[in-house]
């Protein structure tokens, strides 16, 4: 109890927070989208430069997951990726005006969309596995009405309370449902009886209790286990999905969805869910490649850098049917 308290951010932290980015919001409500791209571009421009930490590890990033060759262009692509995510602000803060749903549209592959996302015939809840990604604050009310069925998302809180209710104010909705994955597998479970689809973000780092040990870009990580545990428990597909943002700065977006997932038990409990959890991480390992820029690179994915026991884990290698399903990220 001691240590959780020690984390929890005093009120006088919260609102020094929350001041400066209720008045950065509204201003960004008032202006228009193109010109409230230029100002958030340039205050994450500006983070840039005074946040090395993060801007440090962007780097090393992709130059660990092989999507960089060299740092020269490890930087660039840094900075195109904080610009990509400067714009997630400016599109969340103007979600009420410019939302269009015949400006989303479904991409990706076909035996996905026949069963969730087909406008021919009645769609099947299915788990959704995803990613912090282009516009991912947009996904859940999007491809709840494009699927016509609600949708259940769990979410980890924000470490500030208030900044987090703005926010999840333009999340939440009539189609669209918010659960504190600290209550459990319970809320879960009533999504699922209740023929929801559910949605987990599932690429960040995930806690011994919540993760299994996955090759993600060529390295180990902590991935979250929870679609593979549902899955394997109720033989739901899992369809692998990502947002992403169209280029020429107009609210439109792809709903990007990859091969559904759908596997035989084999018994062996352990096993399965290892095999499952793998093979969620490799299509979304896919997807990502496709325009890595629109990814959050910063975050200590990997096991293997950035984190103390990093060199415990400099030799780990995947067994052969890990592996075997990991290379089909790289393949055409």
């Known amino acids: 109890m001691k240590n959780k308290k020690s984390r929890e951010k005093s009120l006088f932290l919260i609102y020094l927070e929350y001041i400066p980015f209720y008045l950065l919001y509204h201003l960004l409500h008032l202006l228009p989208l193109k010109a409230g791209y230029a100002l958030s571009g ?14 440090t590890r962007s780097v090393q ?23 990509e995510f400067s714009k997630l602000l400016v599109e969340i803060v103007k979600m009420d005006q410019l939302y269009d749903p015949a400006k989303i549209r479904v991409v990706g592959s076909q035996a996905a969309i026949d069963i969730s996302l087909s406008q021919e015939h009645d769609n099947k809840p299915v788990i959704i596995a995803t990613a912090h990604y282009g516009n991912w604050e947009v996904a859940g009310t999007a491809y709840a009405e494009k699927a016509r069925i609600p949708m259940t998302s769990f979410m980890r809180p924000f470490s500030n309370p208030l900044i987090g209710k703005m926010i999840l104010d333009h ?12 209550e459990g597998i319970r809320p879960i479970l009533r999504a699922i009886s209740q023929n929801r689809i559910t949605t987990m973000l599932i690429d960040q780092h995930a806690g011994a209790n919540e993760g299994i040990t996955c090759e993600f870009f060529g390295h180990p990580a902590c991935v979250h286990m929870t679609p593979a545990l549902l899955h394997l428990k109720t033989g739901i597909p899992i369809i692998p999905e990502l947002t992403r943002r169209v280029p020429g700065d107009n609210f439109e977006f792809e709903i990007l969805v ?49 984190r103390r026991q990093a060199a415990e884990y400099k030799d780990w290698k995947p067994s052969p049917e890990l592996a075997k399903i990991a290379e089909t990220a790289t393949r055409p």
Not at 45 to 54: C, P, W
């Open 171 to 182: 999340r939440a909705g009539d189609m669209h449902k918010l659960v504190d994955k600290r």
């Open 258 to 306: 990859g091969d559904p997932i759908i596997y035989t038990p084999t018994g062996n409990k352990e096993h399965d869910v290892q095999i499952v959890t793998q093979m969620c991480i490799t299509a979304l390992e896919k997807l990502i490649r496709e325009e890595p820029i629109q990814w959050l690179w910063a975050p200590r994915h990997w096991l293997d850098i950035n």
């Open 61 to 83: 990033h992709l130059l660990h997951a092989g999507i960089a060759k060299d740092k020269a262009q490890a930087r660039r692509l840094t900075v195109a990726s904080y610009l």
């Open 42 to 55: 340039f205050l994450f421009r500006l983070l840039l430069v005074f946040d090395r930490r993060h801007h």
